[in-house]
């Protein structure tokens, strides 16, 4: 059989009871998609929400759901014909407890209120070393202000990552926007036995498409899980949400390539 073009992959998401397209231009212009609405309409039960940020195929999202049954999971990726595998599990095995969302992370607060979700996971996102403004790098000063606005106090953001850099800046700006640092490692795999507890050591465990690829080339993978403290204030919240929510001609049209040329 030949294999799937990325084409044929976005048109198979629109067939997948587990996949959420919205428009995105909708979104930028300041409607909210299902916000404070997944435990009751998208999962069978109204369990605590993680999300995966940049889930790419979404299979450690697969992962997470199959072992928590007691959680529900979204894969957050802009695109769509990357978590089409992991959404094509999710709805051939019956993975109720999973639903996949394409969606820039910037506008995140449009689809989950404050509080909705429980946990966070960020896995191998671009170390975007060279962001000055801290509107590229998904650990910035901006990015932690916006995902503590939907996380309840106590509510955790992981971190997986085989940059230094980018390590090393997510343990310097948790701190300076209030979030406590409730774990660090620099080297996941070459860490002793029952350095985690039992749940978080599968889940570390679990190796991402891009963790392959880097454990190839010799890199080690480091960990940093960031605790929210406090409320955040809304000035700061308002300046996130202005510094990383760009214009509409941003954004991409629903289906490129298959809806038509860019609209805007
Ligand atoms: C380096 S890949 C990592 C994929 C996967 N987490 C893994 O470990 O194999 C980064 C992923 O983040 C997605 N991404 C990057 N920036 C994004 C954004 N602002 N909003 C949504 N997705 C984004 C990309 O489309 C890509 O799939």
């Not at 996949?19 to 109204?46: C, K, M, N, Q």
């Not at 769509?80 to 969302?101: C, E, K, P, V, Y």
């Not at 085989?162 to 310097?172: A, G, H, I, K, W």
């Not at 749940?199 to 690829?213: G, H, I, N, Q, V």
């Amino acid at each position: 059989m030949r294999t799937r073009t990325k084409r044929d992959r976005w048109r198979e998401n629109q067939d997948l009871d587990r996949v959420h397209e919205p428009d995105l231009r909708e979104i930028a212009a300041g409607t909210t998609y299902l916000r404070g609405e997944w435990g009751a309409r998208v999962f069978p039960s109204p369990q605590p929400i993680t999300l995966e940020l940049g889930c790419g195929q979404g299979l450690f999202a697969v992962d997470l759901a199959r072992r928590f049954p007691d959680r529900n999971f979204v894969g957050v990726d802009l695109k769509g014909h990357r978590f089409w595998r992991g959404a094509r599990i999710a709805h051939d095995t019956q993975l109720t407890n999973t639903a996949f969302l394409r969606a820039r992370i910037q506008w995140i607060d449009h689809f989950f209120g404050p509080g909705e979700v429980a946990e966070l996971w960020l896995t191998f996102s671009d170390p975007q070393i060279g962001d000055k403004r801290g509107t590229k790098r998904l650990t910035s000063p901006y990015y932690l202000a916006l995902y503590q606005s939907i996380l309840p106090v106590g509510g955790v953001l992981r971190v997986k990552t085989d940059s230094p850099e980018f390590y090393e800046r997510t343990l310097r700006d948790g701190p300076a926007t209030g979030m406590e640092i409730v774990d660090h490692c620099d080297d996941v795999h070459g860490a002793p036995e029952g350095r985690f507890d039992v749940d978080l050591t599968a889940s570390l465990a679990f190796r991402t498409a891009y963790e392959e690829r880097w454990i190839r080339e010799g890199r080690s993978i480091h960990y940093v899980c960031l605790r929210k403290a406090g409320e955040i204030g809304e000035e700061t919240l308002e300046t996130a949400r202005r510094m990383l929510q760009g214009p509409l001609d941003r954004i991409q049209p629903r289906f490129p390539g298959v809806d038509g040329p860019s609209a805007v």
